[in-house]
Nanobody, 121 residues
Framework: VQLVESGGGLVQPGGSLRLSCAAS????????MYWVRHAPGKRLEWVSV????????DYADSVKGRFTISRDNAKNTLYLQMNSLKPEDTAVYYC???????????????WGQGTQVTVSS
């Protein structure tokens, strides 16, 4: 099983990034997929979730209206479009999978290795 994130980097405040997460080794379409982030000195934070079919999404209040989660089950890939980025969005972003909806940032079946997002001028 692999979840491989990409697309992170350094961006100025107000900028945009698109994260991708390529999945393999399990039935991607059968899992709710999540983005979770971990900022230095802070707790792990649930960011967003999408259901198996891609028609139900949810977001943490801190990113609502700025981030958009999506998935392509044909390509076994999860995405996170991040707009209007703020310095407080700086964190390592992980994609993760489990078979149900929950905002608990722990308890996932599968995790990626993470991609660093840094928002700074």
């Amino acid at each position: 099983v692999q979840l491989v994130e990409s697309g992170g980097g350094l961006v100025q405040p107000g900028g945009s990034l698109r994260l991708s997460c390529a999945a393999s080794g399990f039935t991607f379409s059968a899992y709710w997929m999540y983005w979770v982030r971990h900022a230095p000195g802070k707790r792990l934070e649930w960011v967003s979730v999408i259901n198996t079919g891609g028609d139900i999404t949810d977001y943490a209040d801190s990113v609502k209206g700025r981030f958009t989660i999506s998935r392509d089950n044909a390509k076994n890939t999860l995405y996170l479009q991040m707009n209007s980025l703020k310095p407080e969005d700086t964190a390592v972003y992980y994609c993760a999978a489990r078979t149900y909806y929950s905002t608990n940032p722990n308890g996932f079946v599968y995790w990626g290795q993470g991609t660093q997002v840094t928002v700074s001028s």
